[in-house]
């Protein structure tokens, strides 16, 4: 039956509780959480007590679901389903991901696209009318819905907690869990990633043992990457850290600009990135390290007799000194390098690995660099710059900016990364004025602008966005010259109120604000228009498929400077 159907490809959550609600509810799905689950109602005994709001994850808003709801220690109540009385016609009866039901990272796979991209359209214009704004989005461009990320952060969790070490069930690498992001789900595969970085997943998943029995023919190819026997040093390498020390892993790939229907993966590279514990939590590894390591000295008869035999007093004389100094910068960065050379056996995609250390990323392996061909240009991205998560979708946003573009225009970029779409415009654009907070990403712009041509139509500043772009805005107008357009791409957290205020003290013709949160898009728009005239049409761009995420293009055309009177009425 169709009820036997959906209810076979429901999720399936564990959750740690205080105090379960095991009693199984009915509930109606209403409306969408943040993080894509399904919300709904508990109605309580008292019928003076408001109703406790509920996340049902896998679920739709219209559907009617039987699930079984679990208080977490947070006071969060989750409900597990255990049948579909009434399904969506908008649920994708086919999910080929075997890690959905436990994975976090692609919330509403069981959507189908045609309604993800419906759902995300009422989501952006819900965000623009609470901020008092009636925008409409006037197009939205789709995206592949497998092997469109480019860049992927996998957490990494060793848990054995003083016991004897598990490979297969202790040591994690993989994304958070739907229902905590405290917990990690193993992943095998990643078909929403790239193939070089699915190939490197799938080998770091082989490497600690781990294998899904799920979809197995579909979606684990073990032809794809070395026998896992030979990929034991992996997770060796990894576990002799302190604790591992290492907490995230994360995979940039590169597409040397391979035609549509070429084979892509044998021009991709891979750059791994990872990332450590601080000072503080990396000595507390180390002793729970050694206190693990002490544990099994005691469970192997065999090693306990060596070492008293070779004089346990000076042994143990030794890891009581190296509890009180976690492992020096030379020594940490030696474990490191050798690291390194291991992870790089996993896939010849693997071009350099890095370390973060402080705000700096540190080389220890190959090249730190990313060669990205975009819009038919070559460019170079390093490990501290920003760039997009879709390749492909950053390219049509890309081509739709430059699209606005005029010949002889003067045109400024704000939070402009490694510069990429500054050259872009710098090939179309009289001049272009860009700005950018971190050194590295600036130092590749200048790269790439060299490289394409472009460096005496482009000028690169470093610093903050609120301190540089009112004087360079206030040079331009005692000039008597005036700024064609400013682009904004600024991080989730949106632009400072100083950044605004120079937008409406010394107004372009232009304004092109893209961001991945709608919610303070909408903010900083309704302030802007607060302070001047300005029409607002809204593209979204969806570089995020199988989740609630968008990236929003707001195009803003100048219509006039609001008197004071006007903002005082409003």
Known sequence: SNRAMYTSLLVKTRVSCSHPLTRHFQFKVTEFGDRGEGLSRLKPKNPVSVPRLVYIPGTIPGETVVAETQEKKDGTVVGEVTSIEVASPHRQTKIRCPHYSQCGACSIMHVKYSHQRKVKTTLVEKAFSMSGLETYVTAFHPSERKGFRSTVSLMVQESSQGRRFDREKDFKIGYAHKTDSHIITNISSCRVSTPAIDRVIRGLSQSIGYKTNEFDTDSFDTDSVEDSSSLDHVVKGLSSLPLSGIRHITLKASSQGVKEGENTEEEESVLV??????????????????????????????????????????????????????????????????????????????????????????????????????????????????????????????????????????????????????????????????????????????????????????????????????????????????????????????????????????????????????????????????????????????????????????????????????????
Request: proline share 3%.
């Open 273 to 570: 990135m990872l990332s450590m514990e601080g000072k503080k939590k990396q000595k507390k590894a180390a002793k729970l390290q050694l206190q693990r390591e002490k544990n099994e000295r005691k469970r192997d008869e065999k090693r306990r007799q060596r070492f008293i035999e070779e004089g346990i007093e000076d042994e143990y004389e030794e890891r009581e000194r190296r509890e009180e100094k976690v492992e020096t910068e030379e020594d940490q960065k030696k474990t490191l390098e050798n690291l390194a050379l291991q992870i790089r056996k996993i896939s010849p995609t693997i071009t350099g690995v890095v370390f973060r250390n402080g705000n700096s990323w540190e080389v220890l392996s190959g090249s730190p660099m990313l060669h990205q061909k975009i819009c038919g240009r070559e460019f170079t991205v390093s490990a501290g710059s920003f760039f997009q998560t879709n390749t492909r979708q950053a390219e049509n946003l890309y081509k739709r900016i430059l699209e606005l573009v005029n010949p002889g225009d003067s045109v400024v970029e704000c939070y402009s990364g490694a510069g990429i779409l500054s050259c872009l415009i710098g090939t179309k654009a009289r001049e272009v004025i860009s700005m950018e907070y971190v050194q590295e990403a600036t130092d590749d712009a200048k790269r790439n602008a060299e490289k394409n041509g472009v460096s005496s139509e482009c000028q690169f500043l470093t610093g903050d966005t609120e301190t540089i772009l009112p004087g360079v805005l206030k040079e331009k107008k005692k000039k008597k010259e005036r700024v064609s357009m400013v682009v904004l791409n600024p991080p989730r957290v949106g632009v400072r109120e100083g950044v605004l205020q120079a937008l409406a003290d010394f107004p372009p013709e232009k304004i092109v604000y893209v961001s991945c949160n709608a919610e303070t898009l909408a903010r900083d728009i309704s302030l802007l228009l607060s302070m001047a005239h300005y029409s607002v049409s809204i593209e979204i761009f969806d570089m995020f498929p199988h989740t609630l995420h968008s990236e929003v293009m707001a195009i803003m055309h100048y219509t006039g400077k609001k008197t004071t009177s006007q903002a005082r009425k409003e």
